[in-house]
DNA sequence: TTGTTAATGCTATTGAGTTGCAAATATAGA
DNA sequence: TCTATATTTGCAACTCAATAGCATTAACAA
């Protein structure tokens, strides 16, 4: 199966984008992607709900957010209040990057949180026995808007 | 109000730290705290629950472990299903590294978090006009009864 | 066009987090 | 030690995110 490419100089329509990975091609599908990348910021289910009303159930959009993060359409990121928010790669996230930290903004104030460049970090001693498999690096503080 | 100290060179007794963060002294509240001084991990108010059955109603332990962070008897840490689970400092917790990082592992398979030591990071641009107050990295994989 | 498989809508449930209020209790002061 | 008061607790109720089961509908490969 081909990975679709998701950055900014490599234009694949959404339909060619969930048919590589292996997805049917469904308004609700369309749509969800769609508001996900032109929003600038990852989104809730809830967010999803009030910005496309009447698209679609409450169970089909957790459906389709849970599906796109299982076939790398989007990543899951807590918000403050560990509610899972969405939001698919953009132009800075391509390539070997993807094996840095993925770092995330989160305002307390809105609790919106936004996608950061990635960032190499030093190496971190864990106890023995343990592996590690990825890393997250939130920061928070209040947005542009809040501030 | 005098500021308890919580690592292992300076003992301190439950009751004179609940004391000194100005909360009364109950028997749940010196159960909880002595949990999680033992515990060494951080638990979530189910895991109090569950270790700690018939101390209290579930609304008592939810918001003692509130109190216990909003006094800084504790900090609260989301685990990988956001959930809050609660840690009291340790002795690799102390003074100045309070300004660096607190990391954190979170196990994918079993859930449980564990503190570990401070690390300072590397400078992450932020976009304009956003305000960082605080920042927390999460290794993520799994830990050693796990692996 | 059609059969198969995947996606959706609906119903219902779980569990964390939370509030309001009355009863119980820790603690300061008499 | 006793008492007054402010804090803490228990109970009931509620919100919301997350999620499972199942029947129906829709996508798409042949």
Redesign the pocket.
Same mark, same amino acid.
């Given at each position: 199966m081909q990975v679709g490419c998701m950055n900014y100089f490599c234009p694949m329509s959404n339909e060619q984008l969930l *048919?590589s990975r292996g997805?049917?091609?469904?308004?609700?599908?369309k749509a969800v992607l769609q508001l996900l990348q032109h929003s600038g910021k990852a989104l &809730? !289910? =809830?967010d999803v709900e009030r910005s496309l009303p009447e698209l =679609?159930? *409450? @169970?089909?959009l957790?459906? @389709?957010l !849970? =599906?796109f993060e299982e076939n790398g359409l989007a990543h899951r990121v807590q918000d403050a209040h560990?509610? &899972?928010r969405f939001a698919v790669c953009t132009g800075t996230c391509t390539g070997g990057h993807h094996h840095d930290v993925h770092a995330h903004f989160r305002c307390l104030e809105c609790g919106d949180v936004y996608c950061l460049d990635p960032v190499s970090l030093p190496k971190v001693s864990i106890p023995k026995g343990f592996k590690l498999k990825a890393s997250q690096l939130h920061l928070e503080g209040s947005c542009s808007a809040c501030s």
């Open positions: *048919r997805l049917r091609v469904t308004n609700t599908r &809730s !289910q =809830a =679609a159930d *409450r @169970v089909t957790f459906r @389709v !849970q =599906a560990g509610v &899972s």
